[in-house]
């Protein structure tokens, strides 16, 4: 898989339910899966593929007030799930994850770039992405595009998969939506101690009425 043209900075190792691991997770694949789909098109496709204007994307009002006890809530579950205490689930709606984005240290540099809803069982992202990083080929250029994903956690295996990815308002390619529809987005979530850790200690993530249920795993999860 070649490197994006952006990258979220990582997270710290203290399990990622800290820094909103949902938010993360999902903002971080979107990302990925956008700027693969613009690094195998830059090569002749540039322009059909990317504008000159970023996309104009909601901006989510929360006041500080709000934040602080968004992350008290978090913080709280967190606690928690590290001590395998019973615990009621984490309930995260489209309004908690982009205020997550937007005011978490670790994210908030892609508060403009990012934007995450949730539709049904479904995860739903839009995306402006500067094309900078790829030199005089990206200068100037903006990969806006949207995509829909599912997401779960069962039996400790995060999958997430698109379903369907459009940029620059027009669909993928059928031959690049099949393969992309076969591969779990998040099986990279694995190789940062800190996210592998925190799903250790779930026991599920799902999304259903338009909101992100993260359930707790009680009890010391077995080690690997």
């Known amino acids: 898989m070649p490197d994006p043209p952006y990258s979220a900075p990582p997270p710290k190792r203290r399990g990622c339910l800290f820094y909103g691991c949902l938010t993360s997770v999902v903002l971080g694949l979107i990302a990925v899966l956008v700027a693969v789909v613009a690094v195998r098109a830059v090569k002749n496709k540039i322009y059909a593929y ?5 996309a104009q994307l909601p901006k989510v009002e929360m006041t500080d007030a709000e934040f602080d006890s968004l992350k008290q809530r978090v913080a709280t579950f967190g606690e928690a799930m590290n001590q395998g205490k019973p615990s009621e689930p984490l309930v995260l709606t489209e309004h908690d994850l982009n205020g997550l984005l937007a005011k978490s240290a670790q994210t908030k540099e892609l508060a403009d770039k990012v934007y995450v809803y949730l539709d049904g069982d479904e995860v739903k992202g839009q995306v402006s992405i500067p094309l900078s990083a790829l030199g005089w080929l990206g200068k100037g250029r903006f990969l806006n595009g949207e995509a829909t994903f599912k997401a779960s956690l069962e039996n400790g295996v995060l999958i997430v998969t698109a379903q369907e990815v459009e940029v620059k308002g027009k669909a993928l390619p059928g031959s690049i939506m099949k393969q992309l ?17 925190t799903i250790r200690k779930l026991e599920s993530i799902r999304v259903e009425n338009s909101r992100a249920i993260i359930k707790a795993r009680e009890g010391k999860p077995a080690q690997p």
Do not use: F, V
């Open 50 to 54: 990317t504008e000159s204007q970023p």
């Open 181 to 197: 529809r076969q591969e779990n987005l998040a099986k990279d979530a694995y190789k940062d101690a800190g996210n592998a850790e």
